[in-house]
Every structure is written in C-alpha cells, then in structure tokens.
C-alpha cells in the first residue's frame, strides 16, 4: 500500500532562485510565452508562476530542433544559468534539452505575448481563459490577491475574525430591485446582495468581523462600473463610538494595504506602472455640503437631491485634489430615505443616516456606517417603511438578545482595483466578469 506522507517532492528549481545557479544546469518547468527568431539563434520566454523568464535557443547547445516547441506548450526544460547584461534579470537560460508536456493544437485566436492586449474589452473577455496569460493582464491579478492579502494580514493583526457567511438567502439586504430570485426546491430563496445581517449577527459572536466573498446584485444597467456579480470586502466591528470609527479602520487598512503592495508586489507594480496614492489622511465632507460645494464651484444646479450624479463624483474628486491633494474622499450623513433600513439615523437630524461612501479617484468605492442596535428602534424603522418584520425575525433575533454599538463598510474589491490601476472599466479588474451579456467564459 502506497503511503502519502505530504512531502511534495520539489523536482524543479524555482524560478526566483535561478540567480543562485549561474554556472549550473538546472530543469524547470513553464510554458512558452513567446520565441523570437533571430539571425542564427531564438530567444524563448518561459512564462513561470510569476515571473518570465529569458531562454536561448542555439543549436550549437540543444540536443532538439526548435521546430519541437510551439508556443504555449507546456515544458519541463533543462538548460545552462549564465550570466548576460543584458537580460532584465541579470542572466538567461541556454536550452539544453526540452519535454514537451502539452503542445497547442490550434492557432491563438488572439495575440496574448505583446507587452499589452491590444484588443477590445469584448475580445479579451471572450478570450479570458488565454488573454489572462498575457503578462500585464495577470498581473492585474496577482496585485488583486496583495489587495486581498494585505486586508487579511491587517485586519487579523485588528483581531477580527474571517467569516464565510451564505450566498443563498431568504431576504434581501439592501432592499431595491437589483435581487436575483431563484426557485429553493419549490420555493423561493435569493442570492446575497452583501453578507449585512450574517456579519452583523457575527458582531454578537466575536465583536470584530469580516468576509472577502463574492455578491450578486441584478443590475440592468450596462454600465463601466457595475457587475453583477462582484466582490465584497465587508467588515463589522462592535463597542465603536460612532461612525468616524469606521472610518478610521479603513484609512489605515487602506494604508497599510499600500504599504503591503509596496513591499510584496513590487514586480506587478512596476510592470503596471502603478501610481500609488498617497494616504495620510482622508478628507471628510457631508453630503449636503459636498452637493453645495460642487454646485458653487462648477457653477450646476443640484438636479438630485439625494444622490451624485456620476459626473459630481468625478467633479468632486477633481475639487477635493485640488484643495487638499488626496485621491480619497468621505462623504458622510447620507439621505435617510437613500439608506437601506438598518442603516442608525442622526438623532440631531433623522433625515440623515450616521453613514458614509468612501470615493478614489472619483468613483464610490466604499459605503458603511453604523447600525441601528436598539430593538425598538429598529422595529419602529421598518414599521414606517412599511416592511414586515415578521420575514425578518431570524435578523431581529440580534436586536432582540443584545447587541453592542457597531457598524462596517462594504468595499468593491474590482472597483477598488480599477481605481488603483486607472482603469475605465471595472470589468478589466474582474476575473471572470458577470453582466446583462455575459455569463460565459
Ligand atoms: P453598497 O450596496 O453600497 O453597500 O455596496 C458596497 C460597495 O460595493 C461596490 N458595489 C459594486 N461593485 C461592482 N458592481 C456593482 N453592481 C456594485 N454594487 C456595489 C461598491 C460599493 O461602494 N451592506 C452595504 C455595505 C455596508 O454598509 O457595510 C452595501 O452592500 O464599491
């Protein structure tokens, strides 16, 4: 009988440590990104888990002709480390012998190893499965699991606690029309617009929460900001004094996920040419007053009342930049009536919520705020807008039993991530993207 004792054996050598082995014949394995024929040589990329990394073909060295490999093979490769100036890593690997793994049995649809994709949006995500390959497009996914990793490392040095809380429900969160329906077994049963009543429900459990799951929201509007199915970055943390310290929280995790970026991710940084925002400090304006503000200075008038305009956004991350030099804005003490129900009003002024939307770079990448804890309260508030808080007893159960003081936020994870990358379309930093057209790759 065979015993599996967990040691992966390594049988090739890791590609980040090829410079310890200048002099040396090494194998490792990778797929051909690229050959470049040139006079009386090749130059082959191996595109490796993270890296590319620079061949020589020359039959003065292989044992096999060229015409062997193909790009996009897949290869277990042997070859010489020598040094060379000239390559970006300091050194190249002379090809000695090569084992085809996997060759392709059909021509690229489309060209994926020039430094960009230069193709429409529509091709590249039709083509996702081999556009992802090119070298700059999976970097966008690579810095999207720092953003992620960054997140966990700073928040569980906060002592929150990861949840993974269900994606099948019985009620919506957020209200509105934007709610897939599905049929349970006969009957109905929804998909989870935002983790909100679990990651409250988990405050009454360990006080600092939070979850990094995908949401599904019926958007029917085509539009460079919306998926219908996206990640959320939420948390929820208890015993908080007020909204601000929510803010709070996330102005260091988003510093300290830069901070993170800037360490780990150097290579995906530099190969995006990211311009990384300062941040020390956020500005926080209220909504109202921001409205005012952008009316004055752009001289526009104030058409809705309760929400921004697309434009306005951009229009006030234009002004706030100019006035203090931060890519980030607050926008705080929302309209009531624009707030979902749990949303904890300002008791100065109940037609405002004690809630915010965090904007980079002139596009809302956050919202959050703080919850109503109270029972009645929260009875009373789905009474007036005529809710049935019977459906939502499993909810209510928190409010019932005791509940702290608490609020979180909700971030856009490829929202977040096109705004960092200067994107157009958040459907560059989504993986696989869900919309009205698209359900396939
Ligand atoms: P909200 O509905 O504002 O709040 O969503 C929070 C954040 O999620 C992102 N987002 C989207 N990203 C891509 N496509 C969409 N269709 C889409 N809709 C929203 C945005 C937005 O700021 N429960 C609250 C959060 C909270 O208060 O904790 C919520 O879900 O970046």
């Known amino acids: 009988m065979n015993k599996i004792n967990g040691n992966l054996k390594q049988r090739f050598v890791q590609p980040e440590e090829l410079y310890s082995f200048i002099g040396k014949v090494v194998t490792l394995q990778g797929s051909v990104y690229k050959i470049r024929l040139m006079s009386g040589f090749a130059f082959v990329i191996l595109r490796t888990k993270r890296s590319m990394v620079q061949c020589i073909y020359s039959q003065e060295f292989a044992c096999f002709p060229l ?5 996009e093979a897949c290869l277990i490769l042997t070859g010489e480390v020598v040094a060379e100036e000239r390559s970006k890593t300091g050194y190249e690997l ?14 690229s649809p489309v060209v994926i190893n020039n430094k960009c994709m230069e193709t429409s949006l529509e091709t590249l995500l039709d083509f996702r499965p081999i556009t992802l390959r090119n070298e700059k497009e999976r970097a966008i ?33 957020e209200g509105g029309a934007n709610i897939f329906k599905l049929d349970y077994f006969g009957g109905e049963a929804f998909l989870a617009q935002s983790p909100q009543f679990y990651k409250q429900m988990m405050v009454g459990v360990y006080e600092r929460v939070f979850e990094i799951a995908p949401v599904y929201r019926a958007e029917k509007h085509d539009t460079s900001r919306h998926l219908n199915e996206y990640i959320s970055v939420d948390f929820e943390m208890g015993y908080i004094e007020g909204f601000e ?6 102005t260091k995790l988003l510093f300290e996920i830069l901070e993170f970026l800037k360490t780990e991710y150097t290579f995906e940084l530099k190969l995006l040419n ?25 001289n526009r008038a104030i058409t809705d009342l309760e ?10 991350y234009e002004l706030i930049k100019k006035k203090t030099g931060s890519e980030f804005v607050f926008v705080t003490h929302y309209p009531s009536k624009k707030r979902p129900f749990y949303a904890m009003e300002d008791q100065e002024n109940p037609d405002v919520t004690l809630s ?10 956050t919202t959050g705020g703080q919850r109503i804890h109270n029972y009645e309260e929260q009875l009373n508030k789905m009474k007036r ?33 096109s705004r960092l990358l200067e994107q157009t379309n958040v459907r560059y930093s989504s993986l696989f993207p869900r919309d009205m057209k698209r359900l396939v790759p």
């Open 307 to 316: 929400d921004f305009e697309p434009e306005e956004e951009k229009l006030l």
């Open 67 to 71: 015409e062997n490999i193909k790009e």
């Open 141 to 173: 996914f690579k810095l999207q699991e720092g953003i992620c990793r960054g997140i966990r490392q700073f928040l569980t040095a906060q002592q929150f606690t990861e949840i993974h809380s269900p994606k099948l429900v019985y009620a919506g969160a």
């Open 94 to 107: 002379r090809m000695l012998d090569v084992e085809v793994l996997s060759s392709p049995v059909e021509e």
């Open 245 to 250: 310290d929510i803010m709070q929280m996330e």
């Open 385 to 417: 807008r005529g809710m049935n808080p019977e459906a939502f007893e499993s909810y209510l159960m928190i409010h019932k039993h005791g509940m702290p003081p608490h609020g979180g936020l909700g971030l856009g994870l490829e929202r977040f991530t």
């Open 274 to 298: 990211v311009k990384l925002p300062a941040i020390t400090e956020i500005p926080a304006i209220a909504f109202t007053e921001a409205k005012q503000l952008i009316a004055q200075e752009y």
């Open 356 to 365: 915010f939307d965090l904007l980079f770079r002139g596009l809302e990448i």
